[in-house]
């Protein structure tokens, strides 16, 4: 095949028409029934939807590692670190926590479009775009939200380090491992945002059926396509996520809350 992924991008209408239909020969305007057979596709594990749930989770969870590496590190050095202009960093930091995901969408397209820098790697509109644009959105609440924790406890443990010969520097492995169980937390916060990201996504991963489309860009999709019972139960899959996740988050603070006591 020698057409790059950016020629894909024209198709994606074509693609976008395929929808998944009911199992049962029913109205999608009926409510309760378009809610019944959303139930038998999740609890059936249908083939069209596992798809698009386990495209998301990748894609979410390979963002999320990539934005810890950068985003965690990044929050300790915040955390520890005085320099002139620190104050002017943090701010930026903490406006990029709020970056418009059509923004970074929009320019994440045009460095991988094909007169953008990084187009001959023919990334646009695969799912390793899509990995690229939750990643740049999630980063900055990594390292914001890692720098608030960090802090404290650096504050809180300071002399104590120094009195062991450890710098600033030094410490910052220490503070990252003496605050695992508030990083999870953070972590979690910011798999939720990314598992619910859908302006940046579609912009650069296309929606295309059976590639690049995951729960939120299917939901809307399919809800404006009248498809209710595959838009409803990828709800279901994706509000039981986010209940996951708080509960997780919960778990978390309580191991913490025992930890430190």
Do not use: C, H, K
Not at 157 to 176: C, K, W
Request: without cysteine; hydrophobic residues 60%; charged residues 15%.
């Amino acid at each position: 095949m020698t057409a790059s992924r950016q020629d894909i991008r024209p198709l994606t209408s074509a693609f976008a028409i395929r929808r998944f239909r009911p199992t049962l020969e029913a109205p999608v305007n009926d409510i309760g029934t378009a809610a019944a057979t959303a139930i038998d596709l999740v609890v059936t594990a249908d083939p069209a939807l596992a798809r698009i749930v386990l495209l998301s989770l990748r894609v979410s969870l390979t963002a999320l590692l990539i934005a810890a590496l950068v985003g965690l590190p990044l929050g300790a050095l915040l955390a520890v670190a005085r320099f002139p202009g620190r104050g002017l960093v943090l701010s930026v930091l903490n406006a990029l926590m709020g970056l418009p995901p059509v923004v970074a969408g929009l320019l994440i397209y045009l460095l991988l479009s094909r007169s953008g820098p990084l187009g001959p790697l023919g990334l646009l509109f695969t799912p390793t775009a899509m990995i690229i644009a939750q990643a740049v959105l999630i980063a900055p609440i990594l390292a914001a939200l890692s720098r608030e924790v960090l802090e404290g406890l650096w504050e809180e443990y300071a002399e104590q380090l120094r009195s062991f010969g450890a710098g600033r520097l030094r410490a910052v492995p220490t503070l990252l491992w003496d605050g695992r169980f508030a990083l999870l937390t953070v972590l979690l916060a910011g798999f939720g945002r990314a598992s619910a990201e859908v302006g940046a996504v579609m912009i650069v991963g296309g929606n295309i059926d059976g590639f690049t489309r995951v729960m939120t860009t299917a939901i809307a999709l399919e809800t404006s396509a009248g498809n209710l019972p595959l838009a409803l139960a990828l709800g279901m899959v994706l509000m039981a996520i986010v209940l996951l996740l708080n509960a997780a988050a919960q778990a978390t603070r309580q191991v913490a809350q025992r930890a430190g006591a």
